[in-house]
């Protein structure tokens, strides 16, 4: 078996090889044992998007492809800029450096409960107060300082502006209904007023998602525990971040979208702020309605986007 990685020139041919750990797994614990880690009970992440392995108990390798880079550096640069800023956990970094033209990390490993296996089963009160403590996770990394985030690319007004190009034909290409196609000119029209283009950035991590948070278990009380995957962070405006835990985890439930954004530091859910969130989430850079709006049904419910928007944030 080789000990060195490959070249890869398209996201394809680095899945196939990411997702058969017997071709990478002895490198990436030839790293470890190089930087003189524990590389004895190696634990292989199947989901994600890199090279992830845990390390024991206590650490985390990534190893990123030359091809992912940018999510190298926005990882490296988030973990740097928020060291000690925050009131929740993050990973810390260990180690760094480059194998083959590929970058790594060596981060702490959080305690925890990845939320997406047990945020089905909580109670409805439990998931509101969650919900809560995302909001203020959220506009907690978004007071930190950008520092060096302050270059990440691509820029906000570029990113919206490349995203309104192309968010017709993505949506027509991932199979949304005629019915709200039909609404995306107008949308887009209100888009160019309501998204600011100039307005002081912040940090984005673009994931507040079950399967990006770390819930834990007090006397049968579960709450958010820590925070990780920092690999898509961009520099923009602020409402960007409420469309994962929207979409993934509110499903349109009034106390949960209430916790959500008064958590967020929002009192009141007015149509402007709707129709606004309703843009971004169409111009999202993940963005599959079809996919990720948990809401039973919504497809047949509402007759349009604006109707869809009511339904996501209701109230």
């Known amino acids: 078996m080789s000990m060195t990685l490959p070249h890869f020139t398209d996201a394809e041919s680095f ?31 199947a989901t994600g998007t890199n090279l992830v392995v845990g390390l024991g108990d206590k650490l985390i390798l990534k190893i990123f492809p030359p091809l992912l880079r940018a999510q190298f550096v926005s990882e490296r640069g988030s973990l740097t ?5 925050l009131h929740l956990p993050i990973p810390e970094i260990v180690a760094e450096g480059e194998r ?19 945020w089905p089963h909580l109670p409805e009160g439990q998931k509101e107060h969650v919900l809560r403590q995302i909001g ?4 907690a990394v978004q007071r930190a300082p950008l520092g060096a985030l302050a270059q990440i690319e691509p820029r906000w007004a570029d990113f919206m502006r490349r995203q309104m190009q192309g968010c017709r034909a993505r949506h027509t290409r991932l199979g949304l209904a005629p019915r709200f ?16 283009m100039d307005a002081p950035p912040v940090i984005l991590t673009g994931e507040y998602i079950p399967e990006n948070v770390l819930l834990g278990c007090d006397d049968g009380n579960w709450s958010l525990k820590g925070l990780f995957d920092f690999g898509d962070v961009l ?20 106390g949960r979208v209430k916790s959500l954004l008064e958590g967020f530091g929002y009192a009141k859910l007015d149509f402007a702020l709707k129709r606004r969130l309703m843009a971004l989430m169409l111009l999202h850079r993940a963005s599959d309605l079809n996919s990720h709006v948990c809401i039973e049904g919504w497809q047949e419910k509402a007759a349009d986007l604006i109707e869809l928007q009511e339904m996501i944030w209701p109230g």
């Open 15 to 45: 899945c196939a090889f990411r997702t058969d750990a017997s071709r990478w797994l002895s490198i990436a614990l030839d790293i470890a044992r190089g930087r003189g880690l524990d590389a004895g009970a190696p634990h292989v992440f």
């Open 181 to 196: 196609l039909a609404g995306l000119d107008d949308l887009l029209r209100d888009a160019e007023k309501l998204i600011p």
């Open 235 to 254: 520099a923009g405006w602020r409402d960007y971040d409420l469309l994962g835990p929207s979409a993934f985890m509110a499903a349109g439930r009034p």
């Open 136 to 139: 203020e996770t959220i506009a």
């Open 100 to 118: 083959d033209g590929w970058p790594y990390l060596v981060i702490t490993r959080l305690a925890g409960t990845l939320g997406s296996e047990v």
């Open 81 to 85: 800029q928020l060291k000690g800023r």
